[in-house]
């Protein structure tokens, strides 16, 4: 029961902040700031809707620990910690792409508990909870079938802001693109994740993401039937239909 809580507690708030950044997509800009590079930036788009986040967190669960990616911290004492991405795939949002998504996570001590990733502009949740199953709408999602060889595999991809590692990243591009069907880059991780465990990407890869970039979009792979793996030591992780996370993976180990 307490597990059902907090999965309804996750999706009101990503759903309500959902609305809120919606109800803003494609108006006028306000706020905006430069964060790990001039070309990764925040607005206060992001600040309104991590703060209604985490006010409905708050109200409902006074004692847990909350990380948000905008610095949104508060410390806890029940052993739960949330983690909040309140609009992933800012810069789609700031150019009018709609391909961005509110990702929430609740961990416990033994890993991601509960995740809700909210893509608004589809009206689309998902949803899982460990060892219980994920959920598109509340509809059971599962891997079924085969996996196809990796030369037939779409397969999802991001690029940091940082130009060093944009640089790594398009070496193992290199690599990877030459031997699957294609290649899509479309903004927001979270919401990759989720199109994994939903069949529309057969796998995915991605470096230097941050926890609050994969934590709910990883479980909800992992209850569909996926696999998540982490690349070592690159710093990212490749979640997919499992036989053909083993030999993504192969192509992206730095030589």
Request: hydrophobic residues 45%.
């Amino acid at each position: 029961m307490v597990t059902a809580a907090l999965l309804a507690l996750a999706r009101r708030a990503a759903e309500a902040a959902g609305d809120l950044l919606l109800e803003r997509f494609g108006g006028p800009t306000s706020g905006l700031a430069a964060k790990t590079s001039r070309t990764d930036l925040v607005s206060d788009a992001d600040r309104a809707s991590e703060d209604l986040i985490l006010a409905l967190l708050r109200a409902e669960r006074p004692e847990d620990a909350i990380v948000a990616e905008e610095g949104g911290a508060v410390e806890g004492t029940t052993g739960l910690r949330w983690l909040v991405d309140p609009l992933d795939g800012t810069i789609n949002y700031l150019w009018g792409l709609p391909q961005w998504s509110v990702t929430i996570a609740c961990l416990d001590r033994e890993g991601v508990l509960v995740g809700v990733v909210h893509d608004p502009c589809r009206s689309e949740t998902f949803s899982a909870v460990r060892g219980d199953g994920a959920w598109l709408d509340g509809e059971p999602m599962r891997l079924e079938g085969p996996a196809p060889p990796l030369a037939e595999a779409l397969i999802g991809t991001g690029f940091s802001y940082r130009a060093q590692e944009r640089e790594l990243q398009a070496r193992r591009l290199l690599r990877v693109l030459p031997r699957v069907r294609d290649v899509r880059r479309f903004g927001s991780a979270a919401l990759d994740l989720a199109w994994v465990a939903a069949g529309r990407l057969d796998g995915y890869y991605e470096t230097a993401l941050a926890p609050w970039d994969w934590a709910a979009g990883a479980l909800v792979v992992r209850e569909a039937g996926g696999i998540v793996v982490e690349l070592p030591p690159v710093g990212g992780l490749s979640p997919g239909r499992p036989a053909l996370v083993e030999p993504l993976r192969a192509l992206l180990e730095d030589r």
